[in-house]
């Protein structure tokens, strides 16, 4: 098992950026592949962006191309999210998730099911002012 921690979430003005962080602990070594959720008030649990933990092979959803950028520093064990150009749009809980399986992360329709993800952080909070 994979424990996940993630930080980085808060308050900003619409234009503004943030760095998500999530620290793994535990079984990294059998660490396929990160991904990172969102889930606004009353919505499904939804995508953002994925990273394969070895070769660092980025995903990331359409809604947040150009602004989002999902990368890893192995030394660390950490996953980050860089937002820039947030709107009120992307206000919600962001969550952090490990899937032991590589296979997931590469393909189209796993990697965006909750499902297919093993361990999970427990949250953080990113709010967009207008």
């Known amino acids: 098992q994979v424990q996940l921690v993630e930080s980085g979430g808060g308050l900003v003005q619409a234009g503004g950026s943030l760095r998500l962080s999530c620290a793994a602990s535990?079984?990294?070594?059998?660490?396929?592949?990160m991904g990172w959720f969102r889930q606004a008030p009353g919505k499904e649990r939804d995508f953002v962006a994925a990273?394969?933990?070895?070769?660092?092979?980025?995903y990331v959803t359409d809604s947040v191309k150009g602004r989002f950028t999902i990368s890893r520093d192995n030394a660390k064990n950490t996953v980050y999210l860089q937002m820039d150009s947030l709107n009120r749009e992307d206000t919600a809980v962001y969550y952090c998730?490990?899937?032991?399986?590589?296979?997931?992360?590469?393909?189209?329709?796993?990697?965006?099911?909750?499902?297919?993800?093993?361990?999970w952080g427990q949250g953080t909070q990113v709010t967009v002012s207008s």
């Open positions: 990273i394969t933990w070895s070769g660092g092979t980025p």
């Open positions: 998730a490990a899937t032991t399986s590589r296979g997931v992360i590469v393909s189209g329709i796993y990697r965006r099911d909750p499902d297919r993800y093993d361990s």
């Open positions: 535990g079984r990294t070594f059998s660490t396929g592949g």
